[in-house]
C-alpha cells in the first residue's frame, strides 16, 4: 500500500513537471550536494502512526505521512530570490497534493506541519512538506 501510495505520489507531481527523485530519509542524507541539481523534488515515506485501535487490536486506523522535500540551491541568490524562485514552486506542490485521494484510499492527503526548511553551508535550501493520508489495517 505505502508503494502503491508513493508511486502514484510520483506520478501526479512528474505530470507537473516537477519531480525528481522518490527518496528515502537516509538517501537525503547520503546526497551529495555539489552533484544535486535544483530546483529538486523529492518524496520520503514519513512513516506510520496510530490513531485510534478497534475490535479488539484486530484494527487499526493509521496515518501515513508522504514528506515532499524541495531543493534550491541558494548561494548564487539572495534570501528574497530564493524566496521568490521557491515559493511558486512550493504553492503548486501543495495545491496539486492537498485533498487529492490516491487510488486504493478512501481517505485524501491533508497537509500537515512540517519541519522548518533548511540551510547548509554548501549553499542549498531544503524546503520540507508534509502530507497525511488516513487507512484502515485490519489483522487476517
Same mark, same amino acid.
Do not use: C
Given at each position: 500500500?505505502?508503494?502503491?501510495?508513493?508511486?502514484?505520489t510520483? #506520478?501526479?507531481l512528474? %505530470?507537473?513537471?516537477?519531480f525528481?527523485?522518490?527518496? !528515502?530519509a *537516509?538517501?537525503?542524507? @547520503?546526497i551529495?550536494e555539489?552533484?544535486?541539481?535544483?530546483?529538486?523534488?523529492?518524496?520520503?515515506?514519513?512513516?506510520?502512526?496510530?490513531?485510534?485501535n478497534?475490535?479488539?487490536?484486530?484494527?487499526?486506523k493509521?496515518?501515513?505521512?508522504?514528506?515532499?522535500v524541495?531543493?534550491?540551491?541558494?548561494n548564487e541568490y539572495?534570501? #528574497?530570490t530564493?524566496y %521568490?524562485r521557491?515559493?511558486?514552486?512550493?504553492?503548486? !506542490?501543495? *495545491?496539486?497534493?492537498? @485533498?487529492w485521494?490516491?487510488d486504493?484510499y478512501t481517505?485524501?492527503?491533508?497537509?500537515?506541519?512540517?519541519?522548518?526548511?533548511l540551510?547548509?553551508q554548501?549553499?542549498f535550501a531544503?524546503?520540507?512538506?508534509?502530507?497525511?493520508?488516513?487507512?484502515v489495517?485490519?489483522?487476517?
Open positions: 500500500m505505502i508503494d502503491q501510495l508513493l508511486d502514484q510520483k #506520478a501526479r512528474e %505530470a507537473l513537471g516537477i525528481n527523485d522518490h527518496l !528515502t *537516509a538517501d537525503i542524507a @547520503g551529495e555539489v552533484q544535486q541539481q535544483t530546483p529538486a523534488v523529492s518524496i520520503i515515506y514519513g512513516g506510520l502512526q496510530i490513531t485510534d478497534a475490535q479488539n487490536g484486530k484494527a487499526a493509521v496515518s501515513d505521512r508522504v514528506g515532499i524541495i531543493t534550491e540551491r541558494f539572495d534570501a #528574497a530564493l %521568490a521557491t515559493a511558486p514552486l512550493i504553492e503548486q !506542490t501543495i *495545491a496539486h497534493l492537498m @485533498g485521494t490516491p486504493g481517505n485524501h492527503l491533508t497537509l500537515a506541519g512540517a519541519p522548518e526548511p540551510f547548509t554548501e549553499g531544503y524546503f520540507p512538506l508534509e502530507f497525511d493520508i488516513a487507512r489495517i485490519k489483522a487476517s
